[in-house]
């Protein structure tokens, strides 16, 4: 008997998108609770994570072969989006973490073997930026250095990591992305930073790592389409047919929208009561309060819209056979920048607008703000870098860099 056909789910119970979203609903109030001690912690509490394996969040992107949900994308985000209105930090994690279950489907079926083949529900973390050093010998490559911001890796047994291998001539860097077990890095601790405190992002580093050429997976393969897991039939659904930047960025930028809308939630409680310091007028007869609630709802509303109606057109193009093209994928990666800016407005509007109380530290309100601005200086919501892309794009004119082809 094969080591796949042991392991895998001979049965499972595909859970539906409504359910999945009732499901983070319900886990709100205690994800609330544990919030302070997830920032305390500088890494998600492990009840979260708990929690959330148990409500099936990072199986909604994973493939059925494995006994995933294959999720539409749509619901995969509001489920975020909801997470993060308790925790921003949690939600990035259910997020970064989950997103990785998709990506690993697209390696040979070999390498899926290697991370799964005891236990479905391992966890994996990512560092794409390429800062440690790549050393292509026979049979695979040799990994060492230091990578940086692989949030939650205190959580998961193996880490996927970005790499170039230099060849004299080539017009890019030969991108990987390489998968390494947990025994092979030595996490640096150092987290201590403004907002998203509880993500763990913390550094690795490698001493000397081999890693066989069936964990590697080529940057052309994942932007082309054309990855062994597709040929091999672990990643056939349309999910998989998602394009990387599209699918990862929203992990990225979605936490801010919870988070926004949790700081409206907060801002409009406290303003029923509220009333000034100086003439005990209340807050809510003021016509500038009222316009500024609308101003900030009206801003996280058409961010959620815009954001599930992308995912729903990309869905029915997938679902239909149809290739998406370049403009549209440059246009989804900016439009998800856009969301994180939409947030921003929304959010700097009612931290102002709150006064001095908004200065306390040790609150929901503070939190969320904060951790939106940490999720601002993320490259992947760079709004001024893919907005120039999409504007290139929208020319017929497309960028010769890696960075830019990353749409």
């Known amino acids: 008997m094969s080591v796949t056909t042991a392991i895998r789910p001979a049965t499972f119970e595909k859970v539906d998108g409504p359910t999945l979203i009732q499901r983070a609903r ?33 199986k909604m992107f994973q493939s059925s072969y494995w006994g995933g949900y294959e999720s539409h994308p749509a619901d995969i985000f509001t489920v975020q989006e909801i997470l993060a209105q308790a925790c921003p930090s949690s939600a990035w994690i259910m997020g970064v973490v989950g997103v990785h279950n998709w990506q690993l489907a ?137 394009p990387f930047p599209t699918i990862f960025g929203a992990c990225i930028t979605t936490p801010a929208l919870g988070a926004a809308q949790r700081m409206a939630d907060l801002f409009i409680e406290a303003t029923r009561t509220a009333t000034s310091l100086y003439s005990g007028a209340r807050w809510a007869d003021e016509q500038v309060t009222q316009t500024r609630i609308a101003e900030s709802l009206g801003e996280i509303r058409a961010a959620r819209l815009q954001l599930r109606e992308n995912f729903n057109e990309i869905m029915n193009a997938l679902s239909n056979g149809e290739d998406l093209s370049l403009l549209q994928r440059a ?30 530290v040790h609150q929901a309100f503070q939190r969320n703000y904060l951790d939106i601005q940490a999720a601002r200086v993320h490259a992947i919501n760079n709004r001024t870098k893919w907005g120039q892309i999409y504007g290139r794009a929208s020319l017929d004119e497309f960028g010769d860099d890696l960075f830019s082809l990353f749409i």
């Open 331 to 360: 246009q989804y990666r900016f439009d998800h920048t856009n969301l994180v800016e939409f947030s921003q407005k929304a959010a700097d509007r009612l931290f102002v607008a709150s006064g001095a109380r908004s200065l306390m």
């Open 106 to 242: 697209h390696f040979p079926k070999k390498a899926q073997e290697d991370v799964w083949a005891l236990d479905p529900t391992v966890l994996l973390s990512s560092s794409y930026a390429p800062t440690g050093k790549v050393q292509a010998v026979e049979g695979g490559c040799i990994l060492s250095g230091r990578w940086h911001y692989s949030s939650g890796i205190d959580h998961v047994d193996w880490v996927l990591l970005g790499g170039n291998i230099i060849s004299e001539g080539a017009p890019f860097p030969d991108y990987r992305t390489y998968l390494v077990p947990k025994s092979d890095f030595e996490i640096v601790d150092d987290w201590h930073v403004l907002g998203l405190k509880g993500t763990g992002s913390k550094s690795l580093d490698i001493k000397e790592a081999f890693v066989p050429n069936h964990r590697q997976l080529p940057i052309i393969a994942s932007q082309m389409l054309n990855t062994p897991g597709m040929h091999e039939g672990t990643a056939s659904a349309p999910l998989f047919g998602v």
């Open 26 to 58: 319900d886990l709100q109030p205690v994800l609330r609770e544990r919030a302070a001690n997830t920032e305390k912690l500088r890494m998600v509490d492990p009840k979260n994570v708990e929690d959330f394996q148990k409500a099936g969040f990072f």
